[in-house]
């Protein structure tokens, strides 16, 4: 029997579909899109235009297929007919005052962002559904190891349909992956772009130095920005931005990178159990994955913008993740360990003293214990949207 866990962002959905005639639902992959969807607006129809004959039918008369398939609709995959959404246009503005018209579903961002962003301004409510989070998961009564998670990780098939995490990630490598991608780049030789994503799967946590991986792979460093951007507007990675504005030189200003599903990044470095995982000498880069991206899926699931960020001096005095709110920062150092130690807040107490405005600063580590030294709160990982929600930060 299938369980579909409810989704944090249901609220936040429902409030656009309330508000604009049509609801864009991005995201990865298999994150749950379509589940949310029907899910919310069970009475709507369905269309889903990865089928050929739907699609077919769409970019050969999109007037006759809105007919034939009339309002309140669910189109999946919609970017795959880009003029469809100029018809959707028209189909909205006939209707004047009329809200939840469409739900529009999508895992290419920048085909789907560009057609809503031409024919649907004004009208359009988006959001960013990513895979499940530990948050949800606990809300349904699922227990989170870190281990477990890192290797297992969020998928919603992994839960509704109990599919084999090596056999979900080994699927989804080969079959979305490279289909998502080969929409955009042809590629002449698969092997150096698959090395590129096996060597951010290592370095997730480190800073993104494309010159660096160029040498390993024997692809420019250009080109590598370029997979980057391509990965990223597929939603398969979260670039992290740092945190400099009017600091100077003294902070460093290139990227991080993190997979948007930790348990991708653990299947392509070959790890494939809870053992192995702890062992990995990339376990604290893989746990800051997971940490970051619960991070991220809090601030979505609330409709927040993310604003996340990350501060590193030129010394490697690093805090792992802030978030801007108005004016006011908030700090995470993120430990995997599982003991509690007052050593994890020295870079915090450092990033204070060099920079102004930091209203909060937090430890999220490995352990069960909530606790604190002077100020600075000590939070379990699995709590970190709770206590974000504590912060106003969600």
């Not at 290797?151 to 509704?160: A, K, N």
């Not at 619960?294 to 990350?310: I, M, Q, S, V, W």
Request: proline residues 6%.
């Amino acid at each position: 029997m299938k369980k579909n866990i409810p989704r944090d962002i249901a609220p936040y959905a429902r409030s656009l579909a309330s508000q604009f005639p049509v609801l864009s639902i991005q995201g990865p992959r298999q994150s749950g899109k379509t589940t949310l969807a029907r899910t919310l607006f069970p009475d709507y129809g369905y269309v889903n235009l990865e089928h050929p004959d739907l699609r077919a039918e769409a970019e050969t008369d999109g007037a006759s297929f809105l007919r034939l398939h009339p309002a309140p609709l669910i189109i999946d995959e919609a970017q795959r007919v880009p003029s469809l959404i100029s018809r959707i246009q028209v189909a909205v503005d006939e209707r004047p005052g009329e809200n939840g018209l469409y739900v529009l579903t999508g895992s290419h961002q920048p085909a789907l962002r560009a057609g809503v962003g031409q024919s649907l301004a004004g009208r359009v409510g988006g959001l960013t559904l990513l895979p499940l989070s530990l948050s949800e998961l606990a809300a349904a009564g699922i227990p989170s190891s870190r281990e477990q998670r890192i290797v297992e990780g969020f998928m919603p098939r992994l839960f509704s349909e109990r599919q084999s995490p090596f056999e979900l990630y080994r699927n989804y490598a080969e079959t979305y992956l490279e289909k998502d991608v080969s929409q955009l780049i042809h590629l002449r030789e698969r092997r150096p772009f698959e090395t590129f994503v096996k060597l951010l799967a290592g370095r997730v946590g480190q800073l993104f130095n494309a010159t660096g991986i160029a040498d390993e792979t024997g692809v420019s460093a250009p080109t590598l920005r370029g997979w980057l951007s391509i990965l990223e507007a597929c939603h398969l990675v979260f670039v992290l931005p740092p945190y400099f504005r009017n600091f100077g030189k003294r902070f460093v200003k290139m990227p991080k990178v993190y997979f948007s599903e930790p348990g991708l990044a653990s299947w392509q470095l070959g790890i494939r159990d809870a053992t192995q995982a702890a062992r990995d000498p990339v376990f604290g880069g893989l746990f800051e994955n997971m940490v970051v991206l619960e991070a991220l899926k809090t601030r979505l699931n609330a409709g927040r913008t993310p604003d996340l960020y990350f501060i590193r001096d030129q010394h490697g005095t690093e805090v792992d993740l802030v978030v801007e709110e108005g004016r006011a920062l908030h700090l995470f150092e993120i430990k995997s360990s599982a003991s509690f130690s007052a050593d994890f807040t020295k870079n915090l107490d450092a990033v204070r003293r060099a920079i102004p405005g930091v209203s909060s600063a937090t430890v999220v580590y490995g352990g069960n214990s909530v606790a604190g030294v002077r100020d600075i709160a000590f939070v379990p990982f699995r709590n970190l949207a709770a206590h974000m929600k504590q912060l106003g930060l969600a």
